[in-house]
């Protein structure tokens, strides 16, 4: 059997099945193609701007440092403008963090970025291992992602930078909408499904410019890049939920190579549905991106993701269209709230009437007001953000030491 061609230079032998849409592709054309398609995410959804000073979550894992490595790339091709830094979170985990961070370093010297550490040490006076030790390993998961949520911003607001930019990908963003769906938190799959997080009411913005890329893919571009990244599991996330909604995920994956771009779009649609919320999908609105490439990739680019094997949009939208425009109908609808009880010998046909389960009733708070921290002034929403809160109760257990 002869060997496939790429599917795009059609000259060079294919190497590569993209998991997205299963193209053969070369290693030059996979790489160009990756890249293209971060691109298109970085310039339909406006990003950033030229000039602007962009602080990338550095962890040593395979996303950051694709993210770090690709960033370079376009920002130079492109003419972008930016001032990239890395700046990494150490939690405090003997054995991974230590040894990740190691790899960061490298990292920075390899890409001629500036390295800025924080840990929870010194901002929280905690170390993850201690954390675990206190509360045990269940839940731990909670006050990481707390902690380093903040800990994100106060770093970039150490260094007077308002953007940090994270290395999120399409894997981790249907893993959120699915736990949020299981959740039934329809205002937090909308807050974690958008590109950008933050407003000009916040000091500090986050976007994820790999949301459409997926997980295989960032790895196959690390790997033909030869790229160096850690690739450790954190010892304490096997006990997190995500897990469990990362395997469904993967399960689904196998049946239907497009259900993670399937899974995203769904979430997109329903924050849509969350009164007040800006849009959270990409800018192109499903459009094919015009990358610099030959015609043939056309097919295989797109920053929101290939379309083959799932639907553009908007089928909901037109049912409800088809539905209003057929109310001519609704002498045919059948009352749910009532059921017919076969009579007995002799008696009449009843109804019988059902109770209706309704809805409580919206809030009359409006939306929430992003104020600040009354004990350490980080942006909340509430008087105490929820990383003070969760320090109170560790403070509570901590162990005091005996003189």
Not at 371 to 390: D, N, P
Request: with cysteine; net charge positive; glycine share 8%.
């Amino acid at each position: 059997m002869a060997p496939s061609l790429c599917a795009i230079c059609k000259t060079e032998r294919a190497y590569i099945k993209r998991p997205k849409n299963h193209a053969k592709l070369c290693r030059e054309c996979f790489i160009r193609v990756f890249e293209d398609e971060i691109h298109h995410t970085i310039t339909s959804s406006k990003l950033f701007y030229p000039g602007e000073k962009v602080a990338i979550g550095a962890s040593g894992g395979k996303d950051s440092t694709v993210l770090a490595s690709v960033l370079k790339t376009l920002n130079e091709r492109h003419g972008y403008g930016l001032d990239l830094v890395l700046l990494s979170i150490d939690e405090g985990i003997t054995g991974y963090r230590d040894d990740s961070l190691q790899t960061v370093k490298n990292n920075a010297v390899q890409y001629g970025m500036p390295l800025t550490i924080v840990g929870y040490k010194e901002l929280y006076d905690w170390t993850m291992d201690e954390v675990v030790q206190t509360i045990g390993k269940k839940g731990n998961c909670t006050y990481c992602g707390v902690f380093r949520r903040q800990a994100l911003d106060r770093g970039a607001k150490m260094l007077g930078i308002k953007h940090v930019v994270t290395g999120h990908n399409a894997d981790d963003v249907a893993e959120t909408v699915m736990m949020n769906l299981l959740r039934a938190d329809l205002s937090r799959l909308s807050r974690s499904t958008s590109i950008v997080t933050g407003d000009n009411r916040s000091e500090v913005k986050r976007s994820k410019p790999l949301k459409y890329a997926y997980e295989k893919e960032i790895v196959l571009y690390a790997f033909h890049k030869k790229l160096e990244y850690f690739s450790t599991e954190c010892i304490y996330s096997p006990e997190a939920f995500r897990g469990s909604a990362r395997g469904l995920i993967k399960q689904l994956e196998k049946v239907r190579p497009s259900a993670i771009l399937d899974i995203v779009r769904s979430g997109e649609d329903m924050a849509r549905l969350v009164p007040g919320e800006s849009p959270s999908s990409c800018g192109c609105k499903g459009q094919k991106a015009q990358a610099p490439v030959a015609a043939a990739v056309e097919e295989d680019i797109g920053g929101c993701g290939s379309t083959n094997g799932r639907t553009p949009g908007g089928e909901m939208a037109a049912l409800d269209k088809q539905l209003r425009e057929n109310e001519e109908y609704a002498e045919l609808e059948v009352d749910v709230t009532k059921t017919i009880l076969k009579p007995k010998q002799g008696e009449k046909e009843t109804q019988k009437e059902l109770p209706i389960r309704t809805a409580s009733a919206p809030s009359k708070g409006g939306r929430q007001v992003l104020g600040q921290c009354k004990r350490c002034g980080y942006m909340s929403s509430q008087e105490i953000c929820q990383a003070c809160t969760l320090l109170e109760g560790l403070n509570k257990n901590r162990p005091q030491i005996q003189i």
